[in-house]
Nanobody, 114 residues
Framework: QVQLVESGGGLVQAGGSLRLSCAASRDIFRANYMGWYRQAPGKQRELVATITSTARTTYGDSAKGRFAISIDNAKNTVYLQIDSLKPEDTAVYYC????????WGQGTQVTVSS
């Protein structure tokens, strides 16, 4: 069992920035990858970004340009930097740890006011 603890969400004005953190209870190198997904009200959960322990990244179409995922293997922590926030970024952001199965965090709310 892998425990994921997310933090960094909150209420921010449009144009602002946030950095989300996700600390895993298991070494990241044991995962296929970690990542962030988000789910806005009334919408399906969508990919934001993923990263491997060697820092290979992928981004969802909606996340290219303003989002940056990074990793600290020593802290077993994945970060998501979001710049130039828009109201449409409002969602619950979920952390994922993927090895043979998927482990999800409890989610952290990001609300962007216009």
């Amino acid at each position: 069992q892998v425990q994921l603890v997310e933090s960094g969400g909150g209420l921010v004005q449009a144009g602002g920035s946030l950095r989300l953190s996700c600390a895993a209870s298991r070494d990241i190198f044991r995962a296929n990858y970690m990542g962030w997904y988000r789910q806005a009200p009334g919408k399906q959960r969508e990919l934001v970004a993923t990263i491997t322990s060697t820092a290979r990244t992928t981004y969802g179409d909606s996340a290219k340009g303003r989002f940056a995922i990074s990793i600290d293997n020593a802290k077993n922590t994945v970060y998501l930097q979001i710049d130039s926030l828009k109201p449409e970024d409002t969602a619950v952001y979920y952390c994922l740890y993927r090895d043979y199965i998927e482990y999800w965090g409890q989610g952290t709310q990001v609300t962007v006011s216009s």
